[in-house]
């Protein structure tokens, strides 16, 4: 599995299509556990990424690409996937510094890396029904080199049934086993994007 | 005297905020990173950076729930300023009324995060 600055940006761009077709979709699933922000607050970011995506065609390296993506994440999703994810791509930035193509182990310890970013951001672990439940079993998967999309379905169906005792969720209690959490979604279709151009 | 900047994810909530601690503590200075730039509600890390680059003696962040104290957290690692500044957890109201007043009675920065501290962990 190997992934260059290239295709990173196209799946970033990929992503931010993606997001912006499940808009309502994540908006809803927040109406129902959280505060009902979470499609906008995504679009509104990665249309952002895009913008500057489109403007700008080449980077120098994936970490440069990393830490302008992060950035502008920070800087434009708000709510709490903005520190979120923008802590995941600064991590990134920081495990991608100064390398155009990055494969195998190598590329499982920078998913690695933007996970623990996130939950030490978050203050979460794994099983709390947040992303990090998409991110954990996504890195060992690349770990193990298992089927990337097979562990994102399992991940996905598995969290959607957990109680959520992290974020604005854990106020919903039981209400929330059932109902896909909003974080877990967007991050499926983020980390999905970026499987199409691993090769 | 130590500057105070309340997060929140509403500005009304933080005006009002700041409208009590003034009867308690008038000369204590309070700034505000709160609501998103547009009025609407929610928290952003570079508000809270920008606010910090306001601050005329050291500061202490105080926030409302969740994101704001994730975002108050990123604004601190991305602030490049010279003052020292530091987030303490308690619960917004109650620690903003005991480091106003604190603040008010010239204590330092280590002082207020201190006793703080001491009464709501």
Same mark, same amino acid.
């Given at each position: 599995?190997?992934?260059?600055?290239? %295709?990173?940006?196209?799946? #970033?761009?990929?992503?931010?299509?993606? @997001?912006?077709? !499940?808009?309502?979709?994540? $908006? =809803?699933?927040?109406?129902?556990?959280?505060?009902?922000? !979470?499609?906008?607050?995504?679009?509104?970011?990665?249309?952002? *990424?895009?913008?500057?995506?489109?403007?700008?065609?080449?980077?120098?390296?994936?970490?440069?690409? +990393?830490?302008?993506? /992060?950035?502008?994440?920070?800087?434009?999703?708000?709510?709490?996937?903005?520190?979120?994810? /923008?802590?995941?791509?600064?991590?990134?930035?920081?495990?991608?510094?100064?390398? $155009?193509? *990055?494969?195998?182990?190598?590329?499982?310890?920078?998913?690695? &890396?933007?996970?623990?970013?996130?939950?030490?951001?978050?203050? +979460?672990?794994?099983?709390?029904?947040?992303?990090?439940?998409?991110?954990?079993?996504?890195? %060992?998967?690349?770990?193990?080199?298992?089927?990337?999309?097979?562990?994102? =379905?399992?991940?996905?169906?598995?969290?959607? &049934?957990?109680?959520?005792?992290?974020?604005?969720?854990?106020?919903?209690?039981?209400?929330? *086993?059932?109902?896909? =959490?909003?974080?877990?979604?967007?991050?499926?279709? #983020?980390?999905?994007?970026?499987?199409?151009?691993?090769? | 005297?130590?500057?105070?900047?309340?997060?929140? !994810?509403?500005?009304?909530?933080?005006?009002?905020?700041?409208?009590?601690?003034? %009867?308690?503590?008038?000369?204590?200075?309070?700034?505000?990173?709160?609501?998103?730039?547009?009025?609407?509600?929610?928290?952003?890390?570079?508000?809270?950076?920008? $606010?910090?680059?306001?601050?005329?003696?050291?500061? @202490?962040? @105080?926030?409302?729930?969740?994101?704001?104290?994730?975002?108050?957290?990123?604004?601190?690692? #991305?602030?490049?300023?010279?003052?020292?500044?530091?987030?303490? &957890?308690?619960?917004?109201?109650?620690?903003?009324?005991?480091?106003? *007043?604190?603040?008010?009675?010239?204590?330092?920065?280590?002082?207020?995060?201190?006793?703080?501290?001491?009464?709501?962990?």
């Amino acid at each position: 599995m190997k992934l260059s600055t290239e %295709e990173f940006r196209k799946a #970033l761009l990929k992503a931010a299509a993606e @997001l912006e077709q !499940h808009k309502d979709e994540l $908006t =809803d699933l927040d109406r129902e556990i959280g505060d009902g922000d !979470h499609g906008i607050n995504m679009s509104r970011g990665f249309q952002a *990424v895009q913008k500057e995506l489109e403007a700008q065609e080449e980077y120098e390296d994936l970490g440069a690409l +990393s830490k302008q993506v /992060g950035m502008t994440l920070i800087k434009t999703v708000g709510g709490a996937s903005g520190p979120l994810y /923008g802590t995941a791509f600064v991590k990134f930035a920081g495990a991608f510094k100064g390398k $155009t193509e *990055v494969e195998g182990q190598e590329l499982a310890a920078a998913f690695k &890396e933007a996970t623990d970013g996130i939950k030490m951001r978050g203050k +979460s672990e794994f099983g709390q029904k947040t992303m990090v439940d998409i991110w954990t079993p996504f890195y %060992e998967a690349l770990e193990q080199e298992s089927d990337l999309n097979a562990t994102l =379905d399992q991940a996905l169906a598995d969290t959607k &049934e957990r109680v959520a005792t992290k974020g604005r969720a854990s106020y919903f209690g039981d209400a929330t *086993v059932g109902v896909q =959490d909003p974080g877990a979604l967007s991050s499926s279709l #983020l980390l999905r994007s970026i499987v199409e151009v691993l090769s | 005297m130590i500057n105070l900047i309340l997060v929140s !994810h509403s500005e009304k909530l933080a005006t009002g905020l700041k409208e009590l601690l003034a %009867e308690m503590a008038p000369d204590t200075p309070i700034l505000l990173a709160a609501g998103l730039a547009d009025g609407s509600i929610g928290t952003d890390a570079s508000r809270i950076e920008e $606010t910090m680059n306001e601050l005329n003696d050291d500061g @202490l962040i @105080l926030t409302d729930i969740g994101s704001a104290t994730m975002n108050a957290e990123l604004a601190l690692e #991305l602030y490049s300023g010279d003052r020292n500044v530091q987030f303490v &957890e308690a619960p917004l109201v109650e620690g903003a009324f005991l480091a106003a *007043v604190l603040s008010g009675q010239s204590k330092s920065l280590d002082d207020i995060v201190t006793g703080i501290k001491a009464e709501f962990s």
